[in-house]
């Protein structure tokens, strides 16, 4: 999946508009509510080495917050990582170009939002 096709889901369904914060990071993003500031995604541009990944070119992730019930059984999956730079037991990163179907993601990104709200 791409991070254009997942812009285009947020703002269709959530009126979100993908925001560049950092001029540090001029490639991350974060998704916030459009009535309110709180973050229901974020989608970052990391060396594949941050996540466990033996290719150490950058990849792009997405960080969406998850129960903490879930966040065990997601590890689990390929393609699904410890939350990079958020709290590993609410978050989680799922590699964008990974084996997690567009649909999954989707999913994951609309039950953060719910969760988020």
Known sequence: M?????????????K???KYLWSKFPDYAVLRHHNKENWFGLVMNVPGEKLGLTRNKNVDILNVKVKPEH???????????????????????????????????????????????
């Open 2 to 14: 791409k991070r254009e096709m997942l812009f285009k889901y947020a703002h269709e369904h959530f």
């Open 16 to 18: 979100s508009e993908p």
């Open 71 to 117: 966040v065990g059984s997601l590890r689990q999956m390929e393609g699904v990582y410890p939350a990079y730079h958020m709290n590993k037991e609410h978050w989680i990163s799922v590699l964008l170009d990974g084996p997690i179907s567009a649909e999954e993601i989707y999913e994951l990104l609309t039950d953060s939002h719910f969760l988020t709200s």
